[in-house]
């Protein structure tokens, strides 16, 4: 007997031919995770939705009819990215009209809320522990900031428990969407917490990976979970799993959650058949409930320009241009280009008459930009780096039109040589997926380098006429680099800067069980929803409670150095011996690199060549060590992990990516030293 579970990333356009091949199988669980702090601390401190309503609205109706097919639960947590109750009440609104047009009714419905009231904080501050390199927190920051908390398991099964089909939620961690509804069958909760990890982001586990594509996990009376892409054209195995157990994670076998720590140092991933690879064996240690907080402000108006330029400012050593992103030059990684290496900078450009279609179509675009799978590719968490949050910038040109830009960029050598390909299939997907919306576009990607740099200026002041002031004294020192043949985007109102405020984990057991995560159950007819009853989650404590291992992130797998009698007898390209290597924030302050290896004998000879060191790894990032919060071993997949703290908070303005998916270079242009 099996238990299945169908998963998705709401608002990314999964295929509906890959839908229709999973309604040919048994569901009885469907999941949509629909949020992250990835984008930036703009959309909490706004309110505003990450995704636009044509792709919502397209997603949900189809998991809402497979609901409906299947008699299943229907579970969807961090509703509009970053979960606050505008975000709720925006999905809410677009959720009754789907229910309406699909005629649902006779559904009881539970909406959970993930606000934090600010009074609730304030004078409770020395119960708020930083979750990495945080700035000291001050009452001033919770009081002016927009606050969420991440939510577990329990109310997601508290709602189900009372009769809930659907369940939408605000803020919660991404695996407890998934999590929940095995551990309350009874299913051992480090399968279920590891399954859930690898189910959070859809497709991305698979070969080639991607977010935009549905994810199906058989859970087995063996203690088994086998994942099942139901696109024919990508298959799980033993890499794209593993490799996504460490997906987005500072820690290649433990993740902490509010109700205890995931271990995978044990866990087992074997192949299932040519198309399906499961895992087994993960454990779960019980802890004291906890919560994550995560806040966001505003600190001040921005303007931006796009500023073709001279090739011959790639020569320049003017401190100006290193102060700034210059795309073709020093913005990817916040460093010149070594002697063989490539950058390019894209600056999407979509208009329409539109605005909506405009602002809908180049959010899917940069969608499919960012996690479009191509041949070879090796850098699976993300193939650009975003310099903003928000990374759309939407005006009206001089003739009426709208326009949105999009600004981005690379030096991924394999992304550079086919991108004329990708940015050719990836039209075609939108033109598939959203075929209205397209028809009334026009879309050109307008490509810098090193002969024809960009530079990216943007301000940002307490007030609008500041930030004028101080971009037109940028402007004046650009004018000498400037390619009048080319055409600039100059003094555009990019939106209000945010920043990350609070990103601490909470203690207070007893505040966190009378204050949070309030439940609301109704009764659904179309878009008719009556209030049924409220109540507050219902907790348990679970997994091992004695669990005999250690839980110190620091020490646990970390990789040490090794004694050598002898030199060693060659030195090989780091890039020969691998088949994934990618960059990733693990939350706003930490970037994490996983780095995995063809076979376990060249992961045995990274392990012995000393270059993973925390010190050998800090000098070859260019960071002193304290900035490497460590090295890691991952034996069950041959792979290493290195994280690192970020020089900036994600997000903040100078930051050139959002996402931390573009910041390997560096590692991957090491060589390792060979010892026999």
């Known amino acids: 007997m099996s238990y299945r579970i169908l998963a998705s990333k709401l608002g990314y356009s999964?295929?509906?031919?890959?839908?229709?091949?999973?309604?040919?199988?048994?569901?009885?669980?469907?999941?949509?995770?629909?949020?992250?702090?990835d984008p930036g601390p703009y959309y909490l401190g706004t309110g505003k939705s990450y995704?636009?309503?044509?792709?919502?609205?397209?997603?949900?109706?189809?998991?809402?009819?497979?609901?409906?097919?299947?008699?299943?639960?229907?579970?969807?947590?961090?509703?509009?990215?970053?979960?606050?109750?505008?975000?709720?009440?925006?999905?809410?609104e677009l959720i009754r009209e789907i229910f309406e047009e699909e005629n649902a009714r006779g559904l009881r419905v539970a909406v959970v809320d993930g606000h934090v009231d600010n009074g609730l904080l304030i004078g409770r501050i020395d119960e708020l522990r930083p979750l990495g390199s945080m700035p000291a927190l001050a009452e001033d920051d919770v009081r002016n900031s927009r606050l969420v908390a991440q939510m577990g398991i329990a109310p997601y099964i508290t709602a189900l428990d009372a009769g809930a089909q659907i369940v939408l939620c605000g803020r919660s961690c991404d695996v407890s969407i998934f999590a929940a509804d095995p551990v309350r069958r009874g299913i051992d909760p480090g399968l279920a917490f590891?399954?859930?990890?690898?189910?959070?982001?859809?497709?991305?586990?698979?070969?080639?990976?991607?977010?935009?594509?549905?994810?199906?996990?058989?859970?087995?009376?063996d203690g088994s979970v086998v994942f099942i892409p139901p696109n024919p054209e990508r298959k799980a195995t033993v890499y794209s799993?593993?490799?996504?157990?460490?997906?987005?994670?500072?820690?290649?076998?433990?993740?902490?959650?509010?109700?205890?720590?995931?271990?995978?140092?044990?866990?087992?991933?074997?192949?299932?058949?040519?198309?399906?690879?499961?895992?087994?064996?993960?454990?779960?240690?019980?802890?004291p409930l906890t919560v994550k907080i995560e806040g966001s402000r505003e600190i001040g108006k921005r303007l931006v320009s796009f500023l073709p330029l001279k090739g011959e400012a790639a020569l320049s050593s003017d401190p100006f241009l290193d102060r700034h992103l210059v795309y073709g030059l020093n913005a990817v990684e916040r460093s010149r280009l070594l002697p063989g290496e490539q950058e390019i900078g894209i600056l999407l450009k979509v208009s329409g008459t539109d605005r909506d279609g405009v602002e809908a179509l180049s959010t899917v675009l940069k969608g499919f930009m960012l996690?479009?799978?191509?041949?070879?590719?090796?850098?699976?968490?993300?193939?650009?780096?975003?310099?903003?949050?928000?990374?759309?910038?939407?005006?009206?040109?001089?003739?009426g039109a709208c326009t949105a830009l999009v600004l981005a960029g690379t030096r991924e050598p394999r992304f550079i040589e086919q991108r004329e390909d990708i940015f050719r299939k990836i039209l075609a997907l939108a033109q598939e997926e959203y075929p209205d919306i397209y028809a009334g576009c026009t879309v050109d990607f307008i490509i810098a380098g090193p002969e024809h740099p960009l530079l990216f200026l943007e301000t940002v002041a307490e007030t609008a006429e500041e930030a004028a002031r101080r971009h037109e004294e940028d402007l004046k020192q650009a004018e000498a680099y400037l390619d009048p043949g080319r055409?600039?985007?100059?003094?555009?109102?990019?939106?209000?800067?945010?920043?990350?405020?609070?990103?601490?984990?909470?203690?207070n057991e007893e505040a966190i069980r009378e204050h949070l995560f309030p439940i609301r159950l109704y009764e659904a007819n179309g878009r008719d929803w009556s209030p049924v009853r409220e109540m507050r989650p219902a907790y348990s404590p679970i997994g091992l409670t004695d669990y005999p291992g250690s839980l110190d992130d620091r020490s646990v797998?970390?990789?040490?150095?090794?004694?050598?009698?002898?030199?060693?007898?060659?030195?090989?390209?780091?890039?020969?011996?691998?088949?994934?290597?990618?960059?990733?924030?693990?939350?706003?302050?930490?970037?994490?690199?996983?780095?995995?290896?063809?076979?376990?004998?060249?992961?045995?000879?990274?392990?012995?060549?000393?270059?993973?060191?925390?010190?050998?790894?800090?000098?070859?990032?260019?960071?002193?060590?304290?900035?490497?919060?460590?090295?890691?071993?991952?034996?069950?997949?041959?792979?290493?992990?290195?994280s690192r703290y970020r020089d900036r908070i994600s997000g903040t303005p100078g930051s050139p990516d959002v996402f931390g998916a573009q910041q390997q270079m560096k590692i991957e242009r090491m060589r390792v030293p060979i010892y026999r």
């Open 14 to 37: 999964c295929p509906e031919s890959s839908w229709e091949e999973a309604m040919k199988m048994k569901i009885d669980l469907i999941g949509a995770d629909a949020g992250s702090m």
């Open 51 to 92: 995704m636009k309503p044509a792709s919502l609205k397209r997603d949900f109706t189809l998991l809402l009819r497979a609901a409906l097919r299947m008699n299943c639960p229907l579970l969807i947590g961090s509703l509009g990215l970053a979960g606050d109750e505008p975000h709720l009440a925006f999905m809410l």
């Open 194 to 221: 590891q399954a859930a990890h690898i189910l959070e982001c859809g497709a991305i586990a698979c070969d080639p990976g991607s977010a935009s594509d549905y994810l199906i996990a058989e859970f087995r009376d």
């Open 241 to 287: 799993v593993a490799a996504h157990a460490l997906y987005e994670e500072s820690h290649p076998c433990l993740q902490y959650y509010p109700e205890g720590v995931l271990v995978m140092q044990r866990t087992e991933y074997f192949n299932d058949s040519d198309r399906t690879a499961g895992i087994r064996n993960a454990a779960f240690a019980h802890s």
């Open 371 to 399: 996690h479009f799978g191509y041949p070879g590719r090796i850098t699976t968490a993300g193939n650009l780096a975003f310099p903003m949050s928000p990374s759309e910038v939407v005006f009206r040109e001089a003739d």
């Open 487 to 507: 055409p600039s985007f100059l003094r555009l109102e990019g939106a209000d800067s945010y920043a990350w405020s609070v990103f601490h984990l909470w203690n």
């Open 557 to 642: 797998d970390a990789i040490e150095p090794v004694a050598h009698s002898g030199e060693p007898v060659e030195s090989r390209p780091l890039l020969d011996m691998i088949q994934v290597l990618r960059s990733k924030d693990a939350g706003i302050n930490t970037i994490t690199y996983d780095v995995f290896f063809k076979s376990e004998e060249e992961y045995r000879q990274a392990l012995r060549s000393n270059a993973f060191t925390k010190g050998e790894i800090a000098k070859t990032l260019g960071v002193p060590e304290d900035r490497i919060m460590g090295t890691f071993r991952a034996d069950p997949c041959f792979a290493v992990k290195i």
